[in-house]
């Protein structure tokens, strides 16, 4: 037996079974799973001896250069890919945004530009749609057949981002005429808005008034009405970034019935609360990102839900704006500060702290929640997402005993702070592989920018 590359005698952990076995790994992909796999023949052996030997994280959600309020998110495709890479994402799906009247082909080229030759792993997109005429309708099929095959709509931010129901309602038939996805910010942007401006009336300017202007009422609202959307339009949902207690009730109810609907939640909203906002001075703005940190009480309700399957998936939103320059846009007003967090590197460590060691799952619902259930949902499953013969190599070898303490000081993302600073997190990814190829080895990157590959993903079939 040839192999490029053997995995030695590791624990293989995959969304349903834990069990002691090797890889050979030929050409990028996984050839072999055995108990003993001969090595004489084997280019490189990687020892994973008390290690856990698990699929590469997918990221189903970040925002890699991408413009926002005058300014682009700080991390590009080069250096957010690395910093995924060091956390043991293998995967990421971002987002290309149409803008008012352009066609979706306009905004999935746009963002393949800005991938190419600059991603270290592989990469695919959801289309983000701002402006649904009748030829962005048609369009939606032919995106779907080209491997993009889910699209984002805002219930927020009007005038901006925001579209009307019925127009949510139009994508909707449409997805499931094609087997697309529709992915939902769920926030009413239409009270939101109004809060906002009386916010600025009463002189409320500083970060903490971003949070207070956006409730978990508008949250649960929203989601309640995308389900509802959803339904008439007998299409499946996947609810974004889902922040509270109120929203997550309202996924429950829906999937108590049967009802196809999906979500995933960040880390931010596991670790971080309304209490983060207290932060003296300007600092708050460092947690300035949509939806909003919540009272802390609703952060065991998000671990509980992932537990019991409300949610699916946890990604990050990752979309960095450094303090410096960028957050400081907004010293004076709050509805300046550019919205969004970092956090591409670091949510395998986190979700394996506060899930695995945390009592609250096991390391199969772990897997099954930053890499399985995100392959299944998008349409990468079983090429990525799983350990099996057939699929491609992209592994993580994971020390769940290290440490590790999280700072700006010793991260890879290009953000001059963390939103996670001081937070020990135990289970730490060792070795990562994308596609065969060493990308990260005893923590530090050895890949290359540009060997990242686009992923044509398929259309949806269910979780
Ligand atoms: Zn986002």
Redesign the pocket.
Known sequence: MQFDTVIRGGTIVTAMDTYAGDIGILDGRITSIAQMLPVENATKVIDATARLVMPGGIDA?T?LDMPFGGTNSADDFESGTIAAAYGGTTTLID?AIQLKGQSLRQAFETWMKKADRKAAIDYAFHCIITDLGDAQLEEMNTLIHEGVSSFKLFMAYPGVLMVDDATIFRAMSQAAKYNGLICM?AENGGVIDVLVRKALAEGKRAPKYHALTRPTTAEGEATGRAIALAEMAGAPVYI??LSCNDALEKVREARDRGVPVYAETCPQYLYLSLENMDAPGFEAAKYVFTPPLREKWHQEKLWQGLARDTLQVVST?H?PFCFKEQKELGRDDFTKIPN?GPGIEHRLSLVYTGGVHGGRFSPNRFVQLVATAPAKLFGLYPRKGTIAVGADADIVVFDPNESQVISASTHHMKVDYSMFEGIRVKGVPKTVLSRGRPVIENGKFVGRAGSGEFIRRQGFTGA
């Open positions: 959600h925002h987002f910010h974004v970034h939103d979309c969004g």
